[in-house]
């Protein structure tokens, strides 16, 4: 919190204490208390302010899946490179691609038979 730890901060509400003396504490205890829940209401109507205009299809979100702190580079490269795009056929094998013939790329090259070459792409 703020960079404060536990020590530093119970000397700083000991100094508060000595400061404000045994007539003004309990004063700004409540106002403290006070400001506390005043905080506290805004934020829950902001929220349920939010619900409202987003509608009900935004309760079923999963936030956690959001959460940019759980965000690992090595771990959405590992799944990208690992997945295997569904929409691709494979052999029967399931070791490689099977050939489809729909791409140029695709196409297999008897052996003796020229290239394809396509003359508008150099």
């Excluded at 119970?10 to 204490?17: E, Y």
């Amino acid at each position: 919190m703020f960079g404060i730890d536990a020590e530093k901060l119970f000397v700083l509400l000991i100094i508060g204490a000595l400061v404000l003396g045994p007539d003004k504490l309990p004063e700004y205890a409540a106002k403290f208390g006070r400001l506390i829940r005043e905080l506290r209401r805004m934020a829950s109507g902001a929220q349920e302010q939010l619900r409202q205009e987003l509608g009900p299809e935004f309760d079923d979100i999963d936030w956690k899946r959001l959460d940019p702190r759980q965000y690992d580079p090595r771990r959405i490269i590992r799944e990208a490179l690992l997945d295997e795009p569904a929409d691709l056929p494979r052999s029967p094998d399931g070791n490689e691609r099977a050939e489809t013939g729909s791409s140029p790329r695709q196409q297999k090259v008897i052996p003796g038979q020229a290239a394809p070459f396509d003359s508008e792409a150099t």
